[in-house]
């Protein structure tokens, strides 16, 4: 039988598991009788835990929410989970993140060691909330991995995945192969993880899909940390996703123009992440946007089912003429000169 206080653990991780649990059931799974259930929810009643008691032939427990917080039990994954969850809540604007890191701070002493070196492992930065698109599971084993390593300054050897397309601009999509890299830091961008990390291959800095990342063991050796560029990881992050090197900083995107589209400024600014959006009347704004290349925002532009006028510069007037040109070889087939398709008389 085990001692009073295992058995009282694990009658805490059942009543956890389940809304209500038969008195009978209870006494199976610990292999004791009914009346040392009985004392041990009397002992955990002591401790702080609302156990309630329904009385009968079908009676049980079930274990309610207290108005005091009792003692918690997670497992080691729930512990993880926690701690990277605490981590994140910045990006949520709730304005929580002083209370989140006494949280994370108060959590973090309670755990056994082993659970407190992998909590320290994962260090995340919170660059951007997470946006609508696709969720991309990501191993846990395989965070705690790339965070051992961006912890210990070892040198990272994986396999990248190719993808078809990057998910966004600045991610690097890779060659499937062995990579080696220095890891600096977990970050976390519209609801995706990346890894930034100086790549030892092609000598520069690159941000990977942690969903794509397979690491290989055992890692290689230490390495002295390099200085990232503009000194402050979130920026460099912005900068990247934006088009830049982050060199600067400042994480602004390198082609900026300004359009006036014939929509009210609550429509577009709805639709409009990080773009100044200005009210020219009641269905009219201004609209100052950056992206990645000129094309690139001619195409955010066009997306908007309205009318556009092209303050400038230039480059963006230059550009919405290449799309123009390219849309219309798209409508003939793609080939500028191929024939009108049939109109369906």
């Known amino acids: 039988m085990p001692t009073t206080s295992a058995r009282l653990l694990t009658l805490l991780s059942l009543l956890q598991a389940r809304r ?123 965070l705690g991995t790339l965070g051992a390593a961006v912890q210990g300054c070892e040198v990272l050897r994986f396999d990248y995945t190719r993808a078809f397309a990057p998910g966004a601009a600045g991610a690097d999509s890779g060659a499937a192969g062995p990579r080696r890299a220095e890891p600096h830091h977990l970050v976390t961008w519209g609801g995706r993880w990346y890894l930034v990390a100086w790549d030892l291959d092609r000598d520069d800095w690159r941000t990977f899909r942690v969903d794509r990342i397979s690491p290989r063991t055992p890692t290689g050796p230490r390495f002295t940390p390099r200085e990232l560029p503009g000194g402050e990881v979130g920026a460099f992050v912005a900068g990247r996703f934006q088009g830049s090197d982050g060199s600067d900083g400042s994480g602004r995107r390198p082609c900026t123009g300004e359009v006036v589209l014939d929509l009210p400024a609550s429509v577009v600014s709805t639709y409009t992440r990080d773009g100044v959006v200005e009210e020219l009347g009641p269905d009219r704004c201004r609209l100052v946007l950056g992206a990645w290349s000129w094309p690139g925002l001619a195409a955010t532009l066009g997306r908007f089912d309205a009318d556009i006028q092209v303050i400038g510069p230039d480059e963006l007037r230059d550009a919405f003429a290449l799309l123009g040109r390219r849309c219309a070889a798209a409508a003939t087939n793609g080939s500028p000169g191929a024939a009108q398709p049939p109109t369906g008389r």
């Open 20 to 142: 209500d649990w038969p008195g009978r059931l209870l006494a199976e799974r610990l292999e004791v009788s009914a009346r040392t259930v009985r004392r041990d929810v009397d002992r955990l009643r002591e401790l702080g835990y609302p156990v309630a008691a329904a009385k009968g032939p079908d009676g049980g427990y079930r274990l309610d929410a207290g108005t005091e917080l009792p003692p918690l039990l997670f497992d080691d994954d729930q512990a993880v989970a926690l701690a990277v969850a605490l981590q994140t809540v910045g990006t949520t604007g709730a304005g929580v993140e002083e209370a989140a890191a006494r949280a994370l701070n108060t959590v973090r002493q309670v755990m056994p060691a082993r659970l407190r070196h992998r909590v320290d492992a994962l260090r995340v930065t919170a660059v951007e909330p997470a946006g609508s698109g696709p969720d991309t599971g990501v191993d846990a084993r395989v």
